[in-house]
């Protein structure tokens, strides 16, 4: 009997139902394949081997799980029970602080290799230079200076006679020391004048007084900023030549802000750039000073300019600033930030930037050990102080690796505009400044890293005295503090109130405060207390130390005593969860066995046992032990160690 069937083509296909023919039912097999119970089935050599292959691909993907499993193992991903696995919760921890210790060297060298060894001295040049030096046949200083005209003095004297060098070269192979400070700082560019104004009309003035007071200038606050010309070019449009005497923007000068002594100044303004030239610059001086730039709308003046030291390599972005208040006078201030902004120069460098690719590999594996973290425990996770300390580490160090790529490039950009056109102005300060808050945070996570150091360190019971200390004694530390601010507050509020009018210490409420911080310390003034209200100033004064110093401060003291002695004597009778002793001691005895270097020590103990027993009692007491050890020339406090093990 046959079937007819069409194939794909349209042709007749014959299907017989015999016993030698194929069924129906039954797919074709190929060769190297066999029928069992009507299905098809690979023979016996090819399934051997396919399941070899898969036996061996399942045993690479274990082996490399494995390997990644070892590699990002912490105590928090293996849920190890201490208790019940000591042996194993030592490793792992130990493990992990090998790991971040190493982790902690790398991040100490990238840190100290940022900060070169010169640099105090390189800064209190420059300031001895700008900052300390009087003029010729003059007492005044930087510092002294307390009157508009003061200001023209030192631009026209100690700044002049320093930022431009006098120092005569003997060959002509050296370099151009006209623009070295110190024959040293190579200045960059050329230095800027900047100020900003208040407007005349920026303040009220009482009516019995409008006809003796025809000008009023308030203290600065942006809003209250002078935009238009003034001085001789007052109705003019600006030309390249007289930018001093015309108002700009933060962003056509591609400056920044600055927080003085007593404001907030952006980077706007009226500016001057000087010459490379001293009779230039002295001649520019000489023509603002004429014209009055520096009159009563002024409120801050701003030297701007920075240096180069290529022995050191080292930039100092320097600003000096003279800020005009609305009470009058002048508050002189100054910035100098040093800062290594071409990393890689010296070899020491370039072993730095090999520290640095390691610890963005370190930051890489942090990273990944984390996110399996958080991945195991969800939400849970942030609920341990540690965790949260990994976050704020891995953060921070995210955040300067980033800066540091971008600083690069930075720097880069803007040596190649100044080698460019070298007479113009680059403003650093900017770049200065994010340069300083790196090297900040990078010391910041090199304190938190340190910090850190006790999350490996917490199994052991002598470690854990502080954290138990601080844990114990939270609630009552909490309820001292708001007692101790109530009074506390309560002195600073009246010092500010009864001498902030004649004593500097006390002459605004935060300077109280850090006043009163300074006298718990021992730092106080009591001479001017005394000045400014001979009645009140020893009251005020004999009241706070004895309420604060003798009553509050021994108060929290006894809190955190009283805590310790009750942590001190619980850990006393108890016994640590882990006892390293015991761990390094046994690994020890296992290195020994391996290494038979014990094997004499074996001998000796079976011939003690068999020839120490003197009195043929069948008992061997430790006496007798030890007796017959001694004979061998062990010392007492071997002989314990062993008749224990026994």
Same mark, same amino acid.
């Given at each position: 009997?046959?079937?007819?069937?069409?194939?794909?083509?349209?042709?007749?296909?014959?299907?017989?139902?015999?016993?030698?023919?194929?069924?129906?039912?039954?797919?074709?097999? &190929?060769?190297?394949?066999?029928?069992?119970?009507?299905?098809?089935?690979? =023979?016996?050599?090819?399934?051997?081997?396919?399941?070899?292959?898969?036996?061996?691909?399942?045993?690479?993907?274990?082996?490399?799980?494995? +390997?990644?499993?070892?590699?990002?193992?912490?105590?928090?991903?293996?849920?190890?029970?201490?208790?019940?696995?000591?042996?194993?919760?030592?490793?792992?921890?130990?493990?992990?602080?090998?790991?971040?210790?190493?982790?902690?060297?790398? /991040?100490?060298?990238?840190?100290?290799?940022?900060?070169?060894?010169?640099? !105090?001295?390189?800064?209190?040049?420059?300031?001895?230079?700008?900052?300390?030096?009087?003029?010729?046949?003059?007492?005044?200083?930087?510092?002294? +200076?307390?009157?508009?005209?003061?200001?023209?003095?030192?631009?026209?004297? #100690? !700044?002049?006679? =320093?930022?431009?060098?006098?120092?005569?070269?003997?060959?002509?192979?050296?370099?151009?020391?006209?623009?070295?400070?110190?024959?040293?700082?190579?200045?960059?560019?050329?230095?800027?004048?900047?100020?900003?104004?208040?407007?005349?009309?920026?303040?009220?003035? #009482?009516?019995?007084?409008?006809?003796?007071?025809?000008?009023?200038?308030?203290?600065?606050?942006?809003?209250?900023?002078?935009?238009?010309?003034?001085?001789?070019?007052?109705?003019?449009?600006?030309?390249?030549?007289?930018?001093?005497?015309?108002?700009?923007?933060?962003?056509?000068? $591609?400056?920044?802000?600055?927080?003085?002594?007593?404001?907030?100044?952006?980077?706007?303004?009226?500016?001057?750039?000087?010459?490379?030239?001293?009779?230039?610059?002295?001649?520019?001086?000489?023509?603002?000073?004429?014209?009055?730039?520096?009159?009563?709308?002024?409120?801050?003046?701003?030297?701007?300019?920075?240096?180069?030291?290529?022995?050191?390599?080292?930039?100092?972005?320097?600003?000096?600033?003279?800020?005009?208040?609305?009470?009058?006078?002048?508050? #002189?201030?100054?910035?100098?930030?040093?800062?290594?902004?071409?990393?890689?120069?010296?070899?020491?460098?370039?072993? /730095?930037?090999?520290?640095?690719?390691?610890?963005?590999?370190?930051?890489?594996?942090?990273?990944?050990?984390?996110?399996?973290?958080?991945?195991?425990?969800?939400?849970?996770?942030? $609920?341990?102080?540690?965790?949260?300390?990994?976050?704020?580490?891995?953060?921070?160090?995210? +955040?300067?690796?980033?800066? =540091?790529?971008?600083?690069?490039?930075?720097?880069? =950009? &803007?040596?190649?505009?100044?080698?460019?056109?070298?007479?113009?102005?680059?403003?650093?300060?900017?770049?200065?400044?994010?340069?300083?808050?790196?090297?900040?945070?990078?010391?910041? &996570?090199?304190?938190? @890293?340190?910090? $850190?150091?006790?999350?490996?360190?917490?199994?052991?019971?002598? &470690?854990?005295?502080?954290?138990?200390?601080?844990?114990?004694? @939270?609630?009552?530390?909490?309820?001292?503090?708001?007692?101790?601010?109530?009074?506390?507050? @309560?002195?600073?509020?009246?010092?500010?109130? /009864?001498?902030?009018?004649? +004593?500097?210490?006390?002459?605004?409420?935060? !300077?109280?405060?850090?006043?009163?911080?300074?006298?718990?310390?021992?730092?106080?003034?009591?001479?001017?207390?005394?000045?400014?209200?001979?009645?009140?100033? #020893?009251?005020?004064?004999?009241?706070?130390?004895?309420?604060?110093?003798?009553?509050?401060?021994?108060?929290?003291?006894?809190?955190?005593?009283?805590?310790?002695?009750?942590?001190?004597?619980?850990?006393?009778?108890?016994?640590?969860?882990?006892?390293?002793?015991?761990?390094?001691?046994?690994?020890?005895?296992?290195?020994?066995?391996?290494?038979?270097?014990?094997? @004499?020590?074996?001998?000796?103990?079976?011939?003690?046992?068999?020839?120490?027993?003197?009195?043929?009692?069948?008992?061997?007491?430790?006496?007798?032990?030890?007796?017959?050890?001694?004979? $061998?020339?062990?010392?007492?406090?071997?002989?314990?160690?062993?008749?224990?093990?026994?």
């Amino acid at each position: 009997m046959s079937h007819s069937q069409f194939d794909e083509s349209g042709a007749m296909q014959d299907m017989y139902i015999n016993d030698g023919f194929i069924q129906e039912e039954e797919p074709v097999a &190929m060769e190297a394949e066999v029928y069992v119970n009507g299905k098809v089935q690979l =023979n016996s050599k090819k399934q051997k081997k396919s399941k070899k292959k898969k036996n061996d691909e399942k045993n690479y993907f274990s082996i490399c799980c494995g +390997v990644l499993r070892k590699l990002w193992a912490t105590r928090q991903t293996e849920d190890i029970d201490k208790v019940k696995h000591p042996e194993r919760y030592v490793k792992i921890t130990l493990r992990e602080l090998v790991i971040y210790l190493i982790f902690l060297v790398v /991040i100490c060298i990238v840190s100290f290799g940022m900060i070169h060894s010169n640099t !105090f001295t390189f800064t209190n040049v420059l300031i001895d230079s700008f900052i300390k030096s009087k003029a010729e046949g003059s007492d005044i200083a930087f510092e002294d +200076v307390v009157h508009m005209n003061e200001i023209w003095n030192i631009l026209q004297g #100690p !700044f002049l006679d =320093n930022y431009f060098n006098d120092f005569k070269q003997s060959t002509n192979n050296t370099d151009d020391l006209t623009k070295f400070i110190a024959n040293e700082n190579r200045i960059l560019g050329l230095a800027r004048l900047r100020q900003v104004r208040v407007r005349n009309d920026s303040c009220v003035i #009482p009516d019995d007084f409008k006809q003796e007071i025809r000008f009023c200038y308030s203290d600065w606050a942006p809003s209250l900023e002078e935009k238009e010309p003034f001085g001789p070019f007052v109705g003019q449009n600006m030309t390249s030549n007289v930018t001093a005497w015309f108002y700009q923007t933060e962003k056509e000068l $591609k400056g920044s802000g600055h927080q003085g002594l007593m404001n907030y100044y952006d980077g706007s303004g009226y500016v001057m750039e000087l010459s490379q030239e001293r009779e230039e610059t002295q001649a520019r001086i000489q023509y603002l000073f004429d014209n009055l730039w520096i009159d009563r709308a002024t409120r801050a003046v701003f030297i701007d300019f920075t240096v180069y030291n290529a022995n050191i390599n080292l930039f100092c972005q320097i600003k000096i600033v003279f800020e005009l208040p609305a009470t009058g006078g002048v508050v #002189p201030s100054y910035i100098m930030r040093p800062v290594k902004l071409i990393r890689y120069v010296t070899t020491f460098d370039y072993f /730095i930037l090999v520290c640095e690719i390691v610890l963005c590999v370190f930051v890489l594996y942090y990273i990944i050990e984390e996110a399996i973290e958080i991945q195991k425990h969800k939400l849970s996770y942030f $609920k341990a102080f540690w965790n949260i300390l990994d976050v704020v580490i891995l953060a921070i160090a995210v +955040v300067c690796i980033v800066f =540091n790529i971008y600083r690069q490039e930075k720097v880069s =950009n &803007m040596l190649e505009k100044l080698l460019e056109n070298d007479n113009q102005f680059i403003d650093f300060d900017l770049l200065a400044y994010w340069q300083e808050l790196f090297n900040n945070a990078v010391g910041f &996570m090199s304190f938190l @890293a340190w910090i $850190k150091v006790f999350k490996y360190v917490s199994f052991n019971k002598t &470690m854990t005295q502080l954290s138990l200390t601080l844990s114990r004694c @939270a609630k009552d530390v909490v309820g001292f503090a708001i007692m101790f601010f109530i009074v506390f507050l @309560a002195y600073a509020q009246l010092g500010y109130l /009864i001498f902030g009018t004649q +004593v500097q210490d006390f002459s605004t409420f935060s !300077f109280a405060i850090f006043t009163l911080f300074r006298i718990i310390l021992g730092d106080f003034d009591f001479e001017s207390l005394e000045a400014a209200n001979r009645v009140l100033g #020893p009251i005020f004064f004999l009241t706070y130390v004895f309420f604060v110093f003798f009553v509050l401060l021994n108060m929290f003291i006894a809190i955190i005593n009283d805590t310790y002695g009750e942590i001190k004597s619980e850990i006393a009778n108890q016994k640590s969860d882990i006892e390293l002793g015991s761990f390094f001691k046994k690994g020890y005895n296992r290195v020994l066995d391996k290494l038979n270097i014990r094997r @004499a020590q074996i001998i000796d103990i079976q011939k003690a046992i068999t020839t120490a027993d003197l009195n043929q009692d069948n008992i061997i007491d430790f006496i007798e032990f030890r007796n017959n050890l001694r004979a $061998k020339g062990y010392g007492d406090i071997e002989i314990e160690a062993l008749f224990f093990q026994i």
